[in-house]
C-alpha cells in the first residue's frame, strides 16, 4: 500500500525546537537523542563533532524553548562525563540511561542530572559491548541495548544486570547487521532498526522472531540505513530512514502510511537569533531556500543538506506520553515536532 492510498492516518506538524550552538547553554549541537520526564521537560543528547567535543552534554529545555540547564558535560571517560553518546531513555525511577559507543558502557544519570552509576565495558561477552546504540526500557524496567558491532540486542535489569541476549550477525530473520535504534511497544514486543539490513525486525522480549518489516530501497516502505524506530499504542511504526533523508510511517501490518521530508519552520530561538543580527537575516531573505539541483546531485543528502525544511541526519525518533512526534535531526541541529491527528 502506498503512502498516498492510505486515508485513516494523519501526522501533523506541530513545530520546531533547537538551532545551533558553539557555546555551553541554549542551543544543540549534533543532537542524536531526545526524552521527555513526566512533568513535561524535554532533555536532549548532545553527541557533538570532534571540534566540539566539550560541548557534549544533555541539555533541557521545556515546551516553551526556555533553557533550563544541562548535565553530563565535560567530554571524557570519568564518572558523569561522556564521549560518544548515542542514546537515552527514561526508566520508572525518571533515572537517565545513556550509552556511549567510545566507552562501551551505559551511564545513569538522576532527574537532577546527578551521576549515579554506570556499568558494561568493551567486549563480546554477557553483559560487555562493541558499541552500544540505541536503549529502550520496557514497563518492567527491563533494559534493552543494540549492541551495534556485536550484532545483537542484550537484556539487563534496571541497574545492569545481564539477563538474555539475541541475534549475531546477518541477514537471516533474527539476525542482524549492525542494529542501531530500538525501542518497546505497549504490549512489551521489541523494535529494532536493523541498520545495514534496511529493515525494522519485531520480537518479543524474550527474542523470539516476530516480523520483519522493510527492505533496501527509496520507496514507500523501503528503507537505506534507519537509525531509529518508534511505536505507538496502535501499533503504527514511526521510522527515521536515515539515508533517505526521512520520516516513515508504517501500518501495524506494515504498509506504509506515511512518507516525508521534514517541513521545518523558524524554531523560536534561530527567531531570535536573526532578530539580533539583521544582516543574517536579510542574507537569509535573499536565499533559496529550496533550490534546483542538477540530476547527480538529486540524491537525498544533497537535496536535504541544501533543503532547510529538510530532515537533514534524522537520527533518531521518540514518542512522548501525549504522543508528540520528536524527529531527531544531528545535521541541522535541530528538533521537528508531529502529533497524530485522532
Same mark, same amino acid.
Given at each position: ?111 537532577? #542530572?546527578? /551521576?549515579?552509576?554506570?556499568? %558494561?565495558?568493551? =567486549?563480546? @561477552?554477557? +553483559?560487555? $559491548?562493541?558499541? !552500544?546504540? *540505541?536503549? &529502550? ?69 524474550? #527474542?523470539? /522472531?516476530?516480523?520483519?518489516? %522493510?527492505?533496501? =530501497?527509496? @520507496?514507500? +516502505?523501503? $528503507?537505506?540505513? !534507519?537509525? *531509529?524506530? &518508534? ?81 537533514? @541526519? ?7 506520553? *501525549? ?20
Amino acid at each position: 500500500m502506498s503512502a498516498q492510498t492510505a486515508t485513516a492516518f494523519q501526522l501533523d506538524y506541530v513545530k520546531t525546537v533547537g538551532s545551533v550552538t558553539v557555546q555551553l547553554g541554549r542551543g544543540f549541537v549534533n543532537p542524536y537523542d531526545v526524552a521527555v520526564s513526566q512533568d513535561g521537560r524535554i532533555f536532549v543528547l548532545n553527541r557533538c563533532d570532534s571540534a566540539r567535543a566539550n560541548l557534549v552534554r544533555v541539555g533541557i529545555i521545556n515546551w516553551e524553548e526556555d533553557y533550563l540547564g544541562e548535565f553530563g558535560k565535560g567530554y571524557g571517560p570519568d564518572d558523569g562525563k561522556l564521549m560518544l553518546p548515542v542514546a537515552m531513555a527514561l526508566d520508572s525511577q525518571e533515572r537517565f540511561h545513556i550509552t556511549d559507543e567510545h566507552t562501551h558502557q551505559v551511564s545513569i544519570f538522576d532527574l537532577s #542530572g546527578d /551521576f549515579v552509576k554506570k556499568w %558494561g565495558g568493551p =567486549g563480546s @561477552g554477557d +553483559g560487555e $559491548f562493541n558499541g !552500544p546504540a *540505541g536503549i &529502550a526500557i520496557d514497563a518492567d524496567d527491563h533494559i534493552y541495548i543494540a549492541d551495534q558491532h556485536n550484532h545483537r540486542i542484550q537484556k539487563f535489569t534496571a541497574d545492569g544486570q545481564y539477563v538474555a541476549q539475541w541475534g549475531g550477525a546477518g541477514s537471516e530473520p533474527g539476525r542482524f547487521n549492525m542494529p542501531w535504534g530500538v525501542t518497546v511497544d505497549a504490549q512489551g514486543d521489541v523494535y529494532v532498526a536493523d541498520w545495514r539490513n534496511d529493515r525494522i525486525q519485531k520480537f518479543t522480549n524474550n #527474542g523470539a /522472531f516476530l516480523a520483519s518489516y %522493510g527492505e533496501s =530501497g527509496d @520507496g514507500n +516502505g523501503q $528503507f537505506h540505513r !534507519p537509525s *531509529g524506530v &518508534a511505536v505507538d499504542p496502535e501499533g503504527y511504526m514511526y521510522i527515521s530512514d536515515w539515508g533517505n533523508e526521512r520520516l516513515q510511517v508504517l501500518s501495524p501490518d506494515g504498509d506504509c502510511v506515511d512518507n516525508r521530508r521534514g517541513q521545518a519552520t523558524l524554531s523560536k530561538w534561530a527567531a531570535e537569533f536573526f532578530e539580533v543580527n539583521p544582516d543574517e537575516r536579510e542574507t537569509r531573505a535573499v536565499s533559496n531556500l529550496f533550490p534546483d539541483l542538477p540530476p547527480h546531485l538529486s540524491v537525498p543528502h544533497h537535496v536535504s543538506s541544501q533543503t532547510e525544511a529538510y530532515f537533514w @541526519g534524522p537520527v533518531s525518533v521518540r514518542l512522548d506520553r *501525549g504522543g508528540r512526534l520528536f524527529v531527531v535531526e544531528a545535521n541541522r541541529h535541530r528538533i521537528q515536532i508531529y502529533q497524530r491527528s485522532k
